[in-house]
Each structure stands twice: as C-alpha cells, then as structure tokens.
C-alpha cells in the first residue's frame, strides 16, 4: 500500500511549489484542483446540480461558470458547503484509483481543504504549507484576477481546514526568507 501525504495549504500559500519540487523529484503527485476541474466538465449530473443548488446560470452551454460560483460561494459558507457536497465525493473516487495504480511507496496529493473535503481521513500525514498573509496576497494578486480583498476572503474561508486533522501534521514555512528544499529533504 503506498503511504499518502497531503501537500495542504491555503491561497498563496505555496502548495503548487512544493508539489513540484516533489515531482522533479520523481515523486507522484495527485492535485486535487485540476482534477475536480476536469471531472466537473466532464460529468453532466454535476453541471445539473450547479444549477439547481448553485445558480441558474452556473452553467451555460456546457461550460461551468468559474467566475460566477466563485463569486457565490465566496460570499455565501452555505453555497461554499452544497458545492464541496456536490464535487468531494467524485474526486476522492478519483484520488482513490489513483492512487492503487501507483507503484511507489510514497504519493502526494495537494489539496486546500482537507477536512471538509474528507480528505485527511485518507491521508497518512499532511504537510501544511504556510506563509505570512501579505506574501500570499502578493503571489496571488501577481497570477489572478482577485482583489486583496477577494483573497483575504479565501484566505479566512479556508483557515479553518488546517487545524484538527486526521492525520499527523508537519509545517513547511514558504517565505522568501525561508528555503523549501531542506525543510521537504528533512519531512521526506
């Protein structure tokens, strides 16, 4: 059985940096993100219920609106609950059969909510990703099209996923101070 460490951190925190670090160094990594992003444009149901527990308009033609649910669910914890409902489960399905047809011992996958996704049941420890909240909205601000104020929404929206996991957790610091590559030698 491979061991399964999550790579978790908020917005702007640096999850995507260490996962590829990992991977450059021959390290599998599963990214949550990308994959519910793949299997809701592919899966019709899951557009079905954008629309009727999201907004009419989640969906037009075929194409989820991105923008729109982010809007919605950033303003709203309960839209932001209904949707995790509504993709979670697909994408621990996925992660699951990932994962058995891996041939290494160890797998990564990265994640920016952990506990309500349920995640952190699977896992067998966490990295948590951190970084001071002025360097996060930075990073993001730099590649999106968010306001400060759009992030910090996120940032707080998503603060509560780190503490009270599963699983055991370690800290890897990602500000510009502070190198990744002996903090991810050491947890490795």
């Given at each position: ?182 903090q991810i030698n050491s947890l490795i």
């Amino acid at each position: 059985m491979n061991r399964l460490t999550g790579i978790i951190g908020g917005i702007g925190a640096g999850k995507s940096v260490v996962c590829r670090i990992l991977e450059a160094m021959g390290y599998p990594v599963y990214d949550c993100d990308s994959r519910a992003k793949t299997i809701m444009d592919a899966d019709t149901s899951i557009h079905d219920e954008l629309c009727a527990k999201i907004h009419p308009q989640a969906v037009r033609d075929g194409i989820i609106d991105r923008k729109l649910i982010s809007e919605i669910v950033f303003a709203d914890s309960s839209r932001l609950e209904i949707l995790n409902a509504i993709v979670h489960g697909h994408v621990l399905e996925d992660l699951r059969q990932w994962t058995a047809l891996q041939t290494v011992a160890r797998c990564f996958v990265e994640t920016a909510i952990p506990k309500s996704s349920g995640l952190d049941r699977l896992l067998d420890d966490a990295w948590i990703v951190t970084a001071d909240d002025e360097e996060r909205i930075a990073r993001v601000t730099v590649r999106s099209h968010l306001t400060p104020q759009q992030i910090k929404a996120r940032i707080e929206a998503q603060s509560a996923e780190f503490s009270g996991l599963a699983c055991p957790t370690y800290t890897l610091r990602n500000n510009p101070d502070t190198p990744l590559l002996p903090q991810i030698n050491s947890l490795i």
